[in-house]
């Protein structure tokens, strides 16, 4: 652990004043009791600014220099802003304070209760319980106040992600594995048994290809797929198919009650690109995949977005395919919308978040010498 107070990262956008743009005007109307929001090319606010303070970095060894995370995947901060910290290595969740001194660690590798063999997913309900999404033995578990195992229920089919978790509830994604696979939403009560589907949506770009007498499946970049992002305390799901961009809001009931667009132009599918699509499957142990990645048709065009995250006051972070260089760094560009669908500003960010909580940013990088870590980076608005 490092405690890094108050070190200046990068400032994102450099502005002196945060007015809204006069000539913004997003048009809303309602078609077929949906209601459609269709913003402009530009923010309401262009020359909004975010400035990034590092304030800790959790690298998994104590001040002994003992090693704690070996493997740190998924992570949580609950409401005392102790970090959680999922460690796939020997499937054990490490509990961090708040200035990363190391408290406990539960779970373990087993079959038993309480338990963990490749766990896939967690997230927290809002009365502060966990639940796991386990591959290995297909089934959630669920741990309360203490990080103490209370109960768990076996699947009926195959989840990857724990798309929004409720009181009492948790939506899912559920996969089908035919020819083509089937994807779709679920709620889930924790005991196990489905409330309602959301229907069904693109899965994850595969494309299948034929050697001999064999079949194999080829993760091909960009192309269309569903992302999602959830919105805990309204409980909403937000969606986008992101061939385009136009993003749908979900509440729990499966209802469709938002439409989200705005003007959008695609950034080319480059030769560099391909180069490193080429290079993913020539890593692979199976040098079959690097001969059957140059038979596969490769887009034109990326897609809008793969990744998209809600922060704690329900604004809507999306980002785009659109890159820049600040200082030798790649930076990517995410456009937020507020809570009620409008385009408010466009940030540049040098890494990944994977929380935006109570005014700071978590990240989980990979530092120099190649440990994965988890950054925390105190949020600061020009407004």
């Keep these: 652990m490092r405690y890094l107070p108050l070190i200046a990262v990068i400032t994102i956008l450099l502005a002196s004043a945060c007015a809204p743009d006069p000539g913004f005007e997003a048009v809303i ?105 386990d591959t290995a033995v297909r089934r959630t578990s669920v741990f309360g106040p203490g990080c103490i195992f209370q109960r768990s229920h076996p699947w009926r089919g195959f989840h990857m992600d724990i798309l929004l978790a ?48 064999t079949v194999y499946s080829i993760t091909v970049p960009d192309l269309p797929s569903s992302k999602f992002a959830s919105d805990p305390q309204r409980e909403r799901l937000y969606h986008c198919l992101n061939e385009r961009f136009l993003i749908e809001v979900y509440d729990s009931q499966g209802r469709l009650f938002r439409r989200i667009e705005r003007p959008y ?15 993913s499957h020539d890593r692979n142990q199976d040098k079959i995949y690097g001969k059957l990645a140059r038979q596969v048709d490769l887009p034109r065009v990326k897609t809008v977005t793969d990744y998209m995250l809600v922060d704690d006051v329900g604004n809507l972070w999306v980002r785009t395919q659109e890159t820049s260089e600040q200082d030798g760094r790649e930076l990517t560009a995410y456009d937020i919308f507020d809570a009620d669908g409008i385009y408010t500003s466009r940030v540049w960010l ?27 980076l105190r949020m600061t608005w020009s407004d």
Excluded: C
């Design 166 to 213: 409720g009181a009492d509830y948790y939506i899912v994604d559920e996969t089908v594995f035919m020819q083509p696979p089937r994807f779709m939403v679920k709620k889930i009560g924790l005991d196990g048994d489905e409330i309602l589907s959301f229907g069904e949506f693109t899965p994850p770009g595969i494309r299948m290809v034929r050697e001999g007498e």
């Design 29 to 133: 109307e309602t078609i077929g009791g949906v209601e459609w929001i269709r913003n402009p090319a530009e923010p309401k606010y262009p020359e909004r600014s975010l400035t990034l303070e590092e304030e800790l970095v959790i690298d998994g060894r104590d001040a002994s220099g003992n090693t704690l995370l070996f493997q740190p995947t998924g992570f949580l901060v609950d409401a005392d802003d102790d970090i959680l910290i999922f460690d796939h290595e020997d499937q054990q969740v490490k509990v961090f304070d708040r200035d990363g001194v190391y408290l406990r660690s539960f779970g373990g590798f087993g079959q038993g209760p309480g338990e963990f063999q490749n766990v896939i997913d967690l997230d927290s309900l809002p009365d502060g319980r966990i639940i796991f999404l």
């Design 265 to 279: 132009t695609a950034v080319p599918f480059t030769r560099e690109d391909a180069e490193r699509f080429y290079a």
């Design 350 to 376: 040098g890494s990944v978040p994977a929380l935006l909580i109570r005014g700071k940013m978590y990240a989980r990088i990979t530092d120099e010498e190649g440990y994965r870590v988890i950054k925390r």
